[in-house]
């Protein structure tokens, strides 16, 4: 999953794809520590989705908090 596809998506659905990306890598590395993977480097590939996707949500948490301060400003 690409940063600009991250983008496009709601809050929620990010915070979705968050969820079922942690429950996948859990899975993998609980595989992993069983038997090798076939492909370990979906381990990373796995880590930086999430953090992709957790940077993008603090994004918008920071950009909201912002629109409410400037919004408490005016007033």
């Known amino acids: 999953?690409?940063?600009t596809e991250i983008i496009e998506l709601s809050?929620?659905?990010l915070r979705e794809k968050l969820e079922l990306?942690?429950?996948q890598?859990?899975?993998m590395r609980?595989?992993?520590a069983v038997s090798q993977l076939e492909n370990p480097m979906?381990?990373?590939m796995h880590r930086k989705i999430i953090a992709r996707i957790k940077t993008?949500?603090?994004r918008?948490?920071?950009e909201n908090y912002k629109q409410n301060m400037s919004k408490n400003e005016a007033k």
């Open 30 to 32: 609980i595989n992993h």
């Open 21 to 23: 990306q942690e429950q």
């Open 1 to 3: 999953m690409k940063q």
């Open 56 to 58: 993008e949500l603090r």
């Open 42 to 44: 979906k381990l990373r």
């Open 25 to 27: 890598l859990t899975k």
């Open 60 to 62: 918008r948490e920071i």
């Open 11 to 13: 809050t929620a659905d």
